[in-house]
């Protein structure tokens, strides 16, 4: 019996001042965001989804909405699709400039293998594996949503795939508003999807 599990990256965030916003609450989808959510909502119109789930952020919660909407369900909230914790939240992060010019900050860059120098990757992976798979039971042979967050969403894939956690961050594959979908034959993964329903944004724009 084949499931489909689709991993949606939230749409674009309003913050103009250009933090690091991670777990923070008041960070909202702008305009272009709500643009974007709809766009997913047209591209899923025609699936059999019968399942949708977000991180409980306000930016995840927002890109769910209309696309649940469209199909008549709830969208229900799981805390294992959060963003990776973040010791430069609130920071501006960008390279040359803000938070990592300064001397007191340092400490913080010591281990690569803990992202963005909080949440270990293994346990993002893990984690994101949980919800993945409480997902793809309740929507079995059918598919389900689960609105998340860049790197989580990327960290999978390179857990499912096989592949080194630690990684250049400007090479992810996983836009805005982007789809990594996961197609189970039962209770094995089958195959990856990855599209951009949405269109392709750069990967290293902060606050994005």
């Not at 996961?182 to 994005?208: C, H, I, K, Q």
């Amino acid at each position: 019996m084949s499931t489909i599990v689709h991993l949606l990256r939230h749409g674009e965030v309003d913050n103009p001042a250009g933090v690091l916003y991670g777990r923070l609450p008041g960070f909202r989808l702008s305009e272009r965001g709500r643009q974007q959510a709809l766009t997913v909502a047209e591209a899923l119109a025609g699936h059999h989804l019968v399942h949708v789930v977000a991180s409980p952020l306000d930016r995840a919660r927002e890109t769910a909405a209309p696309i649940a909407a469209a199909h008549r369900l709830d969208v229900r909230t799981d805390d294992r699709l959060i963003e990776a914790g973040n010791l430069f939240e609130g920071e501006r992060v960008g390279v040359g400039d803000g938070a990592l010019r300064e001397p007191r900050h340092w400490p913080k860059l010591v281990n690569p293998l803990k992202p963005s120098w909080g949440e270990p990757y293994v346990e993002i992976a893990h984690r994101m594996l949980g919800a993945v798979h409480a997902a793809r039971v309740a929507a079995e042979g059918a598919e389900a949503l689960c609105v998340s967050h860049q790197l989580p969403i990327w960290t999978l894939r390179r857990f499912l795939e096989g592949r080194r956690l630690w990684h250049d961050p400007r090479r992810r594959q996983c836009s805005l508003a982007s789809l990594t979908s996961l197609v189970f034959d039962g209770d094995r993964l089958a195959e990856v999807v990855y599209s951009e329903p949405a269109g392709s944004t750069d990967p290293t724009v902060t606050g994005a």
